[in-house]
T-cell receptor, first 110, second 117 residues
Framework: GQQLNQSPQSMFIQEGEDVSMNCTSS?????WLWYKQDPGEGPVLLIA?????ELTSNGRLTAQFGITRKDSFLNISASIPSDVGIYFC??????????FGAGTILRVKS | EAGVAQSPRYKIIEKRQSVAFWCNPI?????LYWYQQILGQGPKLLIQ????????DSQLPKDRFSAERLKGVDSTLKIQPAKLEDSAVYLC???????????????FGPGTRLTVT
């Protein structure tokens, strides 16, 4: 079953606000990835993290790989309506399958 | 660069019928994955291929699900016979390679939404 705890389950925020979501695991991962999934589409890779402590940005998105290698967070700054969707974290051990969280549903009020 | 292609996009069948899904990965990607995504959950890996060989099929319900990648490029996932609980989105993904001790980013197709009635 699922090994990742992703929170919050859903968020409803005002346009322009910053957003933060996180993912925790009981076991260590070598890679953390963050995906966004729009309705009727497959997940799209946003950010990949390969080293403990790594902080990586992609435009308004920033993600960090936790020092313990058991957690990661994703921040979105100055949210806009097109940020709506489901955000998934995924952990990966070397060569092994991705393990996904249950997702955070983001809704933005314009 | 073209993305991962999947067809059909939608399929409705009755329980006990058979269904097949097709996937064409990103050109040059040696590793191909099939995932099942049930509504409200993250994707769950069913099977992973490296070229035309199976790397991991530990979560594939082998009594009813089968998959092949005969020429190491495109792949087919089949369900026979289907059950109500098979209703889900079936996602195909690909990555550039698979080596022990390394991780590679996976890129997903749009998925096939299966409804079993």
């Amino acid at each position: 079953g699922q090994q990742l705890n992703q929170s919050p389950q859903s968020m409803f925020i005002q346009e322009g606000e910053d957003v933060s979501m996180n993912c925790t695991s009981s076991s260590i991962f070598n890679t953390w990835l963050w995906y966004k999934q729009d309705p009727g589409e497959g997940p799209v890779l946003l950010i990949a993290l390969y080293k403990a402590g790594e902080l990586t940005s992609n435009g308004r998105l920033t993600a960090q790989f936790g020092i313990t290698r058991k957690d990661s967070f994703l921040n979105i700054s100055a949210s806009i309506p097109s940020d709506v969707g489901i955000y998934f974290c995924a952990g990966q051990r070397y060569g092994n399958k991705l393990v996904f969280g249950a997702g955070t549903i983001l809704r933005v009020k314009s | 660069e073209a993305g991962v292609a999947q067809s059909p996009r939608y399929k409705i069948i009755e329980k006990r019928q058979s269904v097949a899904f097709w996937c064409n990965p990103i050109s040059g990607h040696a590793t191909l994955y099939w995932y099942q995504q049930i509504l409200g959950q993250g994707p769950k890996l069913l099977i992973q291929f490296q070229n035309n060989g199976v790397v991991d099929d530990s979560q594939l319900p082998k009594d009813r699900f089968s998959a092949e990648r005969l020429k190491g490029v495109d792949s087919t996932l089949k369900i026979q016979p289907a059950k109500l609980e098979d209703s889900a989105v079936y996602l195909c993904a690909s990555s550039s390679s698979f080596l022990e001790g390394t991780s590679y980013e996976q890129y997903f197709g749009p998925g096939t939404r299966l409804t079993v009635t």
